[in-house]
C-alpha cells in the first residue's frame, strides 16, 4: 500500500515538474477547465527520505506554500504551510481530483467547485 501512495504521489511531482497537469491560473491562453482552491493554515511537518523530500519541497514550493526543511536521524523534516487560499487551474476533472486528494493526504482544506 505504501509503495502505491509513493508511486502515486512521484507521478504527480513528475506531472508537476513537466507542467503536463498544472496550469497557472494566471496564464491567460492555457485551456484550464477546472479550479482546485487550497489552503493550509498552520504548520505541518512530514517525514520524508531521499529524493522523496526533495521532490515534495519542489512540489509544495510550487503550490506557493511556505516551505522549512530540517535534517536528523537519516531522514528530512518538512515543514509547510499554506495560510492564504491559493488555487489551481486545471485541465480536467480527473486532473483536479487527483490534486484534490493529494492535497487533503498532506493536510490542506480544500474546495473544488462542480
Not at 530540517?70 to 531522514?75: I, L, Q
Request: net charge positive.
Amino acid at each position: 500500500m505504501l509503495n502505491v501512495r509513493i508511486l502515486a504521489v512521484a507521478a504527480l511531482v513528475a506531472s508537476v515538474a513537466m507542467g503536463s497537469m498544472l496550469v497557472h491560473a494566471n496564464e491567460p491562453n492555457a485551456a484550464a477547465k477546472e479550479l482546485v482552491e487550497y489552503r493550509l493554515e498552520k504548520w505541518k511537518t512530514t517525514h520524508a527520505e531521499g529524493d522523496q523530500g526533495d521532490k515534495l519541497v519542489k512540489t509544495l514550493k510550487t503550490l506557493r506554500c511556505e516551505v522549512k526543511v530540517g535534517s536528523h536521524g537519516g531522514h528530512t523534516d518538512v515543514n509547510y504551510r499554506c495560510p492564504k487560499w491559493q488555487q489551481l487551474a486545471l485541465k480536467s476533472h480527473n486532473e483536479a481530483h487527483q490534486w484534490e486528494s493529494w492535497l487533503k493526504k498532506h493536510g490542506f482544506e480544500t474546495k473544488h467547485a462542480h
